[in-house]
């Protein structure tokens, strides 16, 4: 599959189709000076916005802890080469608790202070919760005692009574965190405005087919000790916010008609909600 048209400034050969998504289509380069980038061409499609906010949120970090945005233009972005290892491969090859101390690390740089004022398009993290207020209000008026009632009331008490609001990436996990030249860098950002326990909370729920790691009660509680030290919250605080992020996405899933996937999301968030009546 042959690229889009790119402005001829900037010069990339050699493409190689190495991912594709509903969203994007996602190319490797060499530019003019030998040195690899990604070409990420953009599809149309309704959730658009994200990728904008996504661009955006990457000019604004230039390149600290996140992929450096190097040009977007026609609905294409020219992005920094982060490299071919993901944290999931660093977990399979050095243990959990390794790659946990490097999401923490990559979480600190991507929270770390910027002189530069913050994108102006930032999406609400409360937008973002839209769907498991929805399937919580469902289940409400039917009567049924449910997790996402539960889960929203504690979404609605975070998002009331937020620890601070920053800039977030909004989608932090082992497959959007790579090794390269210039050390592990966050890839593939939303652009959200919210509490920083949202970044940590999806790290609990993935790998998404490790359910041996993300349903173990030490571990969780361990990811929660470890994320708390980074933003300085409660580990209480890291658990609350991964049970609505577990129903959350649980809600997304019920609203595909996945029920593989959101009996799996629920059951994680269950076992969180277990870990979390000891703190």
């Not at 990457?58 to 609905?75: N, P």
């Not at 289940?139 to 049924?144: C, F, K, Q, S």
Request: charged share 30%; net charge negative.
């Amino acid at each position: 599959m042959d690229l889009p048209s790119l402005p001829d400034r900037w010069n990339v050969s050699d493409p190689i189709l190495i991912a594709e998504t509903f969203s994007s289509r996602i190319w490797k380069v060499r530019r003019e000076d030998g040195s690899l980038a990604v070409i990420k061409a953009l599809k149309p499609f309704d959730d658009v916005a994200d990728e904008l906010r996504g661009a955006h949120y990457l000019s604004w970090r230039d390149g600290v802890g996140a992929v450096r945005l190097l040009g977007f233009e026609r609905q294409s972005m020219l992005l920094e080469y982060a490299g071919d290892r993901l944290l999931v491969d660093e977990l399979n090859e050095n243990g959990d608790r390794r790659a946990t101390e490097i999401a923490a690390e990559v979480m600190a740089m991507l929270f770390s202070p910027s002189d530069v004022p913050p994108p102006a398009d930032l999406q609400p993290l409360r937008e973002r919760f839209a769907s498991l207020f929805k399937k919580a209000g469902a289940d409400r008026d039917a009567g049924l005692e449910s997790p996402y009632r539960e889960a929203a009331e504690i979404a609605e008490r975070l998002l009331s009574n937020p620890v601070e609001l920053r800039v977030l990436h909004g989608d932090l996990h082992h497959d959007n965190i790579l090794h390269g030249e210039r050390g592990w860098l966050a890839i593939d950002p939303k652009g959200i405005l919210g509490d920083p326990g949202f970044d940590a909370a999806n790290f609990l729920f993935n790998p998404l087919d490790r359910h041996d790691l993300t349903r173990d009660p030490e571990r969780i509680a361990h990811m929660a000790e470890t994320f708390a030290t980074v933003l300085g919250q409660s580990p209480a605080a890291i658990l609350d916010h991964a049970i609505a992020w577990g129903c959350l996405s649980a809600s997304w899933h019920a609203e595909d008609r996945n029920e593989v996937e959101e009996t799996s999301e629920l059951a994680v968030a269950a076992a969180v909600r277990a870990v979390r009546a000891n703190f």
